[in-house]
């Protein structure tokens, strides 16, 4: 072959290349595109994916239009993709990121979501172009085609995530997304994280922030659900294996690649990894915009003091008791600046503070708290109220943790008394007076009456919370742990797993709640004398412990006394 030949087949080349990365920008999908969907007599505000271009259809639809009597530049044929077919730097040039999402999609909702997205991250829209399957994949092509094989699809995929790099996926709405139902968007999801050099993010609509923020500022209702529950049951159901695809054979043959790969588990944790680092991500920044407003009047200071807690509840849920404790303190800040006196309001801030401080093993300084909110709550309600039960409950958990163990039952005694005259038998307060209950006769080998306690908490938080909760996996763990007391391990390994399983779906594995679980699972392996398990499971502890609750906490150091316990069996039973 001539040299001229080479040159020319390289330029073919890099001219294929530089088309099939070719998108559209975020700043011509708000204005022209959105024209087009309007003039071809759509409501631009409904107007979904499927509307601008129905494939099962042989009309063409906006997409297809744009390219009908334009020549491919990759084929060279008749009918091009509609990205082919703009012009103008401002409209098109070499992608930046593309976009994974679900063609049931409303178009404006996409565009809302990337206009945000550039808002957020500093970009121009004149200058992010976006790849996405619809405009940069040739439609006629997809049509004229009766069944376009797997293989080439993955192909074209593998190559667009790749060589693009970056991935935003759009997910809503937030709390049930479409696109985790549908096998593509799983598949892309899949390429991009499988490659180191690939970063993916969450994106989504600003409704679905809105939405969110609403969700967790949500009051306890009157089983004691709130808000963030209904995050905790979005990401618990996230399960991969129940997505569905157009073609049967799509989705035989991409869960068989994930299946073979991470495993179901491992990628929906992974799936749910993100979801949590985005949903983190939006709390941050609107806590900070809430701190950052100048309140002038009583009105502004109760509403910015009120989400302010909110989110430092959302955070302390998450593990992030050092954040938490800051919100709340500001919070009780601009409460005790009201210029009329809300002493109900400023007695919930001390509980909240009260309860960071045991979060964080700081037992004096949480009993301090909680005893500043007691004296408020008797003086308002007496000693008969819910709001006062709510503290005799956590003085009662201060004193487990100082190990007056008879102080603490007299306290959990009073709550219980209450919260089962007022709020019933079945509410989840009572539950948990229950456990606390529970933890103290355990602790004085009392297993059978500990386990009748424990029994009584799961029962109701599997019927209020359901079985995918953080707290019903609790239960499963304190279940597990009087199992352990009777040396039957292997019940308790079984209970530790269903426990784990939540915590890592859940709250993820960074969270010091699922270190727990690892050492609960350690220590019983290594009762089992099976240290090279136990030794996993605790070194993972360790690490969580120090990472998220700093390596002087007494989780930390615990962890790191455990490990050394298992190093040292096993180096003797080795001798």
Not at 171 to 191: G, H, Q
Not at 313 to 329: D, M, P, Q, R, V
Not at 495 to 512: N, R
Not at 549 to 562: A, C, I, M, N, R
Request: proline share 2%.
């Amino acid at each position: 072959m001539s040299w001229l030949c080479c040159l020319n087949e390289n330029r073919q080349k890099r001219d294929v290349d530089y088309y099939e990365f070719l998108a559209p920008s975020v700043f011509h999908l708000e204005t022209s595109l959105m024209e087009q969907i309007v003039k071809a007599g759509l409501d631009k505000k409904t107007a979904q994916i499927y509307d601008i271009e129905d494939l099962r259809k042989i009309k063409h639809g906006v997409i297809r239009s744009k390219g009908a009597n334009v020549q491919c530049p990759i084929d060279g044929k008749t009918g091009a993709a509609y990205v082919h077919c703009i012009t103008g730097e401002d409209n098109v040039g070499t992608a930046t990121h593309m976009l994974s999402y679900a063609w049931g999609y409303r178009v404006i909702d996409i565009v809302g979501t990337l206009l945000a997205f550039c808002k957020e991250n500093k970009l121009d829209p004149k200058k992010t172009y976006i790849w996405i399957c619809c405009l940069c994949n040739n439609q006629h092509r997809v049509y004229e085609e009766e069944e376009v094989p797997f293989d080439m699809f993955q192909d074209v995929f593998n190559k667009r995530v790749t060589g693009i790099g970056n991935v935003l996926a759009m997910m809503a709405p937030w709390n049930d997304p479409s696109y985790l139902k549908r096998v593509w968007c799983i598949f892309e999801m899949y390429t991009a994280n499988s490659d180191d050099k690939c970063s993916i993010q969450i994106v989504m609509p600003p409704k679905e922030k809105e939405s969110l923020l609403e969700s967790i500022t949500t009051h306890t209702d009157a089983s004691g659900r709130n808000g963030i529950d209904e995050l905790f049951d979005a990401l618990a159901n996230t399960q991969v294996e129940l997505a569905e695809a157009s073609r049967e054979t799509d989705k035989v043959n991409i869960l068989k690649l994930v299946k073979q790969g991470p495993g179901y588990h491992t990628f929906n944790v992974e799936i749910n990894q993100l979801m949590r680092k985005w949903i983190k991500d939006t709390v941050i920044e609107s806590a900070k915009a809430t701190e950052e407003i100048t309140c002038t009047n009583d009105y502004q200071r109760r509403e910015s003091a009120l989400r302010l807690a909110f989110y430092g509840s959302y955070f302390s849920k998450n593990g992030l008791h050092k954040a938490a404790i800051e919100l709340h303190k500001k919070s009780l800040n601009l409460y005790e600046s009201l210029d009329t006196e809300d002493k109900d309001t400023v007695a919930r801030s001390y509980n909240n503070i009260g309860t960071e401080y045991e979060s964080m093993g700081e037992y004096e300084n949480a009993l301090e708290a909680h005893t500043k909110c007691l004296e408020i709550f008797e003086a308002i309600y007496g000693t008969g109220h819910p709001n006062t039960s709510v503290s005799y409950f956590n003085i009662g958990f201060v004193h487990r943790k100082l190990d007056d163990d008879d102080k603490a039952i007299e306290m959990f005694t009073k709550s219980l008394e209450i919260d089962k005259n007022v709020k019933g038998e079945n509410h989840i307060d009572t539950a948990t007076s229950y456990t606390n209950i529970g933890r103290i006769k355990q602790k004085k080998g009392d297993l059978d009456g500990a386990l009748e306690m424990f029994n009584k908490t799961l029962t109701i938080n599997t019927v209020t919370y359901g079985s995918l909760h953080p707290e019903t996996g609790i239960a499963y763990g304190d279940i597990a742990l009087v199992y352990h007391l009777r040396k039957n391990y292997d019940l308790a390994i079984g209970m530790h797993e269903k426990t784990l399983k939540i915590q890592e779906a859940v709250l993820g594995e960074s969270h010091p709640d699922t270190a727990q679980v690892y050492q609960n699972i350690g220590a019983a392996y290594y009762e089992k004398k099976e240290f090279k398990l136990s030794l996993e499971y605790l070194e993972k502890a360790k690490t969580v412990f120090e990472e998220s609750l700093g390596s002087d906490h007494p989780k930390s150091v615990g962890g790191k006394d455990w490990v050394e316990v298992v190093e040292s069996a096993r180096d003797e039973a080795a001798a």
